[in-house]
């Protein structure tokens, strides 16, 4: 059974059944239908948090075969749950792009799952479309400023580094020309569309506290110089109070239920790649004053998406992860030692062998934060016990314990023993985080620290844009913030070439992009794009409705 006909046997149970499980009285959830609700942010309470326990689940570094780590999230809840242990998990959003792109939908699959999925893959509560229309309102006030001629800023229009966003892969739109059709239509310039996952306000909402913390941050925005080489920033335009207005929704978390009708918070949906890679802060918080057990992920492999949740999410928000779970597959062991995607499922213990080099660096990076390791084995049925034995050979060789699951076709039941481990070691451990460095460090000593502890990096370049921008970063003061560096998924270096563990490799910093808002600056390594484009068959020719209205095809 596909994804889609598996939810569709599941008869969902009224949302305030849900809010009723995490002890929330019915009448102060909003709903949006029947099975999906907004949480107000007054739920959030920090004495409720103490004593809770957060786990992170994390991955090895991505490959097309896919390693299942939403669907291990979801399916260590319905694990958690089952053993008794009170347990919501936080997810990010899925986005458009890669729903109609490559990869599909992003609520789990199989048994493990977050429902209503159709609703959940497509617009859900609006959010995304609230933090378009947030961003691209910034867009249309600074082209208004730039035409303006009684209440114009000055603002240099080649300094405007501020692009419209949509939540589609569209590669026509990436670099494009506005203001032509005359002086009635604007003062052309280069600019181009991002998507909605790479904006700011996406990154500004996730890491956003109160709703006064959220206008403060969409006020600091930097847009770019006067003629005269002052900095201009979004409050500068009166944007900020209506940006927040259009936000107003958007900031509260989302609630939804699991297949086995346990409570599931969704909200923001930043790709890891270009910016933090999880979810809100409110969400994360949420979850923890709600339950004894909070599971939540970060995008991508290790090296991206755990490693901003640890440096900028954690060390912002105060939270101190109880433990870490890092997915693999032998699928993708496998072809990151050179097996070809159509012959993962023919067992090859050598290839095995030189790709399981990938787990260890990653399991080596997360015992550099201070935390308590686990590695789940998400299991497939062209797995062979020989191979299994010897990533649990590995692990043990590495110090960290390790578990089979089975949550695609068997949800809670087949998560329960990595349930048991994750409760033990969540329970037990009193490691406390460790940053991978401080804040207060110059940027480039952040950078190098990232990507030769991290990526595994001998050096790393600066191109002539990048030293400009960094010049430019100090003379604003904002030296000071984190790094979130944009680099590829595909490979620990920033090269998507390189699969396993590469070595030797010299880490290219392009430019360094500043997002003041969020609260960080965006070193881009290697080809990075903010505006993906959809592949020779995108996943959108599959989706289809019937006359019921029941949808098709969404994976």
Not at 80 to 93: C, D, M, P, S, W
Not at 107 to 118: D, I, R
Not at 264 to 283: D, E, K, M, R, Y
Request: charged share 25%; hydrophobic share 40%.
């Amino acid at each position: 059974m596909t994804d889609i006909e598996i939810a569709s046997t599941v008869k969902l149970k009224p949302i305030t059944e849900t809010a009723k499980k995490l002890g929330i009285d019915p009448e102060v959830i909003e709903l949006y239908g029947k099975y999906k609700a907004k949480l107000p942010l007054d739920l959030i309470q920090p004495a409720r948090m103490q004593g809770k326990h957060l786990i992170l689940v994390s991955a090895i570094s991505p490959t097309p075969a896919g390693e299942g780590k939403t669907t291990i999230s979801i399916g260590l809840t319905e694990g958690l749950n089952r053993i008794g242990k009170k347990t919501t998990v936080v997810l990010r959003e899925p986005s458009l792009g890669p729903v109609f792109g490559i990869k599909g939908g992003a609520t789990g699959g199989g048994y493990s799952q977050v429902l209503p999925m159709e609703d959940i893959n497509l617009h859900f509560t609006g959010d995304f479309n609230a933090i378009e229309k947030a961003h691209n309102l910034l867009a249309a006030l600074i082209d208004n400023n730039i035409q303006s001629k009684t209440s114009s800023l000055g603002l240099d229009p080649r300094t405007v580094t501020w692009k419209r966003v949509m939540d589609m892969n569209d590669r026509s739109l990436r670099h494009i020309i506005v203001g032509l059709g005359g002086t009635s239509s604007g003062i052309p310039r280069e600019t181009g569309f991002d998507i909605t996952a790479a904006s700011e306000i996406m990154a500004i909402l996730c890491l956003s506290e109160s709703f006064m913390d959220l206008k403060e941050r969409l006020g600091n925005i930097f847009i770019g110089y006067t003629y005269d080489k002052r900095p201009l920033y979004a409050r500068d335009l009166k944007a900020h109070g209506a940006m927040a207005a259009l936000l107003k929704d958007a900031i509260k978390p989302n609630l939804v239920q699991t297949i086995e009708g346990n409570p599931a918070i969704i909200h923001g949906g930043p790709f890891a790649n270009i910016a933090q890679g999880t979810n809100s802060v409110l969400a994360t918080k949420m979850g923890l004053s709600l339950s004894d057990f909070v599971v939540t992920e970060a995008g991508f492999g290790f090296d991206l998406g755990a490693e901003k949740f640890f440096d900028i999410k954690c060390v912002k928000a105060g939270l101190n992860p109880s433990a870490v779970v890092l997915v693999a597959t032998i699928r993708a062991l496998k072809y990151h030692g050179g097996v070809k995607v159509e012959n993962l499922k023919e067992e090859n213990t050598a290839a095995l062998r030189k790709g399981i080099e990938n787990l260890e660096k990653h399991v080596e990076n997360m015992k550099k934060f201070n935390i308590c390791p686990i590695v789940a084995l998400n299991k497939f049925v062209t797995d062979t016990d020989a191979e299994i034995q010897i990533v649990a050979d590995k692990c043990k060789e590495l110090g960290v314990p390790m578990e089979v699951a089975e949550v695609w076709a068997k949800g809670g039941e087949g998560a329960e023993k990595l349930a048991i481990l994750a409760a033990k070691v969540a329970e037990q451990c009193v490691c406390k985080l460790k940053p991978l460095y401080e804040w207060s460090w110059d940027i480039e000593k952040k950078i190098e620290t990232i990507a030769k502890e991290i990526y595994g990096a001998a050096a790393i370049d600066y191109t002539a844009q990048a030293k400009s921008d960094l010049k430019k970063i100090i003379a604003l003061g904002l030296d000071k913030l984190p790094v979130c560096i944009a680099k590829t998924q595909k490979s620990l270096s920033d090269n998507p070439k390189l699969l396993g563990r590469p070595k030797d490799f010299v880490v290219t910093v392009r430019q360094i992009e500043i997002a003041a808002g969020a609260g960080f600056v965006i070193p881009i390594t290697g080809e990075i794009m903010r505006m993906p484009g959809l592949p020779e068959k995108p996943a959108a020719e599959n989706i289809d409705i019937d006359e019921q209205g029941h949808i098709t095809g969404l994976f």
